[in-house]
């Protein structure tokens, strides 16, 4: 089936979506997506756009619309300057937000340019119940293959193979100040907002001392009577599989530009839950904070999703 004209969206824009954008934007209105950097001049047929795909409602502007969506970003470099995140989970978050954001607006086709047979995408990818097409493998032009997908539409095939030369899924470019992602066994039955809440009430009994405080959606850290952080609950991108909790204040928080966050993901599986503290400004130096705030936030996240392991029964 050969579809007319429609709007596609290119998720990841570096030389490989640049080439495919232009190529596809002769026969269908085109977007083209990228995490950072400046956008190029938009023509008749092609625009551009900056959203962090990491994020279900960056995903979720970036794809309102769409008919097909081509996936090629990839966590393949670290996308922030003070990482502490294994590129895997990075590729399940990107996917899961990608994911539930095409199932949300309507997208009616996901093609997947895939890294290998054991692509940790394509799982959550399938989950998303978007008709998935998949090219395994550059060959000698991934670009024509991947237009001829799309042109093929949802019911021309589901999956290419073709030997790894030329070009490969696109790297995300570094966009945000810090990213630490932890992964984690959820709980038979809890619900995005029961592991946040299970988080603060947990985190004063193994961190000397901490106290927490939480009220209508606005949860405080205290450290020695003063005030660390306070992170408020943010309804609009929130859901039983994710609690995103905005960085609003406190002594550890630098200035930000409204996109620090800490957040509570349950991931398509069901099983996986992720914790995510993404674009947050340090007030310590760079320097002073990878090697003290980093390092101890990563081993309390480690520890709490160990404890997570131990849960067998409703949140607390």
């Known amino acids: 089936m050969r579809i007319s004209m429609s709007r596609v969206v290119i998720a990841g824009a570096g030389a490989l979506g640049k080439s495919l954008a232009t190529q596809l934007s002769a026969t269908h209105e085109v977007r083209a997506v990228r995490a950072s950097g400046a956008l190029p001049a938009p023509s008749e047929r092609l625009s ?38 294994s590129l895997i989970d990075l590729d399940l978050l990107l996917a899961d937000s990608v994911a539930r954001a095409a199932r949300l607006v309507g997208v009616k086709h996901l093609v997947v340019f895939a890294c290998g047979e054991a692509d940790a995408r394509l799982p959550l990818l399938e989950k998303s119940g978007v008709p ?24 021309g095939g589901s999956s ?3 030997a790894w030369t030329g070009a490969s899924p696109e790297a995300r470019v570094p966009l945000l100040a810090t990213c630490s992602v ?38 405080a850290v205290s450290m020695a009577g003063a ?51 993404v674009d947050f400004r340090p007030a310590l130096p760079a320097l002073v904070y990878r090697f003290s705030q980093a390092i101890i936030h990563e081993r309390v996240m480690r520890r709490f999703a160990a404890w997570l392991a131990e849960q067998k029964g409703p949140p607390p």
């Open 160 to 162: 290419q193979t073709a």
């Open 132 to 155: 998935l097409s998949v090219l395994r493998g550059g060959g000698p032009d991934p670009v024509a293959q991947l237009a001829a997908m799309v042109e093929a539409g949802p019911d």
């Open 227 to 277: 005030r660390g952080l306070v992170l408020r609950l943010v309804p609009g991108r929130s859901s039983p599989d994710c609690a995103s909790l905005a960085v609003a204040d406190g002594l550890l928080a630098g200035r930000s530009d409204g996109d620090s966050r800490f957040e509570f993901r349950v991931l398509l599986d069901g099983v996986t839950a992720m914790t995510a503290l």
């Open 48 to 85: 551009w756009f900056q959203a962090d795909l990491l994020t279900l409602h960056g995903a979720e502007v970036a794809f309102t619309g769409a008919h097909t969506v081509v996936l090629l970003a990839q966590a393949r470099r670290a996308p922030a300057r003070l990482q502490r995140a």
């Open 182 to 219: 932890q992964r984690a066994t959820r709980p038979p039955g809890w619900s995005a907002l029961d592991l946040a809440r299970a988080y603060f009430e947990w985190l004063p009994g193994e961190v000397p001392l901490v106290k927490t405080s939480e009220r209508q959606g606005v949860f």
